[in-house]
């Protein structure tokens, strides 16, 4: 059945991936993020008037409940939410000041509870909705940044702390008829992995069982399974799509 849903992180990678998806199944999509241009170009507008782009910074809260506002007044409610937008911090331990690390706690966590929040509100009123965070990969790996360019520790910790946050909203929210869930993507092919060194990023593959990493449309479809009916009683879960690289 078709949704009203908020995408964010839209004008990059998985997100926009997301967006596109959505609106290719004939859902009506509100698309947020904090690069206007690149959101602009990355989904441009479509001839049914089922999108709607906003601009905004998720670590503030008045950008978020605009967003859902937006929302309602386009398109008369809010559905869902996929929170995809994230900031990425590949600051190795003796790098790493409090600066960075509370920059991407501020995107990252408090982002993710501000965008669940605004959302949460009006899924109250209507005792119903489906809300998506996004974890990592990462947090299994204890990925430790560095020359790497992968994850360090205050991106890893960003995202560990999203099954805490998962979890406490997916027991609060479930009375109201509201699911909560996370996608956990494993090393997905967007602009985000572009701080790889080249040397990582080409044994990546290898660490799956699968042999590749992810395209973005895999990971965005693992968003639109948790808000469609048919994960109707999942809530709660951080669903691990990671190419079996847990155990490879
Ligand atoms: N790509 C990977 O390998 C990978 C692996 C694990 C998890 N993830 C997670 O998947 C999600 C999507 O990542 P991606 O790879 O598509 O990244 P990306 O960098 O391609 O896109 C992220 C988008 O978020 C937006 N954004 C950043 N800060 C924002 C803010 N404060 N407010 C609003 N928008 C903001 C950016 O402008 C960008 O368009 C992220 O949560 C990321 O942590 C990605």
Not at 81 to 109: C, P, Q, Y
Request: with cysteine.
């Amino acid at each position: 059945m078709a949704q009203t849903v908020l995408v964010t992180g839209a004008a990059s990678g998985i997100g926009k991936a997301c967006a596109r998806m959505l609106l290719d199944q004939g859902n009506e999509v509100v698309a947020l993020d904090l690069k206007r241009e690149a959101l602009a170009a990355a989904l441009p507008p479509d001839n049914q008037g089922r999108l709607k782009l906003v601009a905004g910074d998720v670590s503030q809260p008045a950008d978020c409940t605009a967003a859902v506002a937006a929302a309602v007044k386009r398109f008369g409610k809010l559905d869902a939410l996929i929170h995809w937008a994230a900031a990425h911090s590949s600051k190795f331990w003796t790098e790493l000041g409090a600066d960075e690390m509370n920059r991407i706690l501020a995107v990252n966590v408090t982002g993710s509870f501000l965008m669940a929040q605004a959302a949460g509100r009006h899924m109250q009123t209507r005792k119903k909705g489906a809300i998506v965070l996004t974890a990592s990969g990462s947090v299994l790996l204890g990925a430790t940044g560095g020359p790497s360019g992968q994850g360090g520790p205050a991106y890893v910790s960003s995202k560990a702390a999203i099954t805490g946050l998962v979890r406490s909203l997916a027991r609060a929210m479930g009375p109201d008829g509201i699911r909560v869930n996370a996608v956990a993507p494993g090393v997905t092919d967007t602009p985000m992995i572009n701080s790889y060194s080249a040397e990582t990023k080409a044994a990546q593959g290898a660490r799956f069982p699968l042999g590749r990493i992810a395209r973005p449309e895999e990971m965005a479809a693992v968003g639109c399974y948790l808000i469609s009916d048919a994960a109707s009683f999942v809530t709660g879960e951080v669903l691990v799509a990671n190419g079996g690289s847990n155990f490879g």
